[in-house]
């Protein structure tokens, strides 16, 4: 899933949910066993300016890690959406 995707059903900004991608990545970077690329492949989109910015592919695990940080009724509504 897009990580705007994401953003969207979620009702956050995109930009936050790709710090937060982020700092997912530097904790399971920390533990040889893990590898972030198992959870979130960083790609790149173009906007309507042509200006190319960063967005994040979720695999299922990265969704399952995006709906456990999250708390309350969005995250209930992102894990019965995806």
């Given amino acids: 899933v897009d990580s705007r995707e994401v953003a969207e059903m979620v009702e956050k900004r995109h ?3 790709v710090r937060s ?3 997912y990545q530097a904790v399971l970077g920390q533990n040889a066993k893990l590898r972030s690329d198992d959870f979130f492949l960083e790609s790149a989109y173009r906007a309507g300016t042509g200006k190319q910015y960063k967005h994040y592919l979720l695999t299922k695990k990265g ?3 995006v709906a456990n940080k999250m708390t309350g009724s969005k995250g209930v509504l992102f894990t ?3």
């Fill in 63 to 65: 969704c399952d890690m």
């Fill in 15 to 17: 930009g936050d949910l």
């Fill in 21 to 23: 991608i982020e700092g």
């Fill in 80 to 82: 019965a959406m995806y």
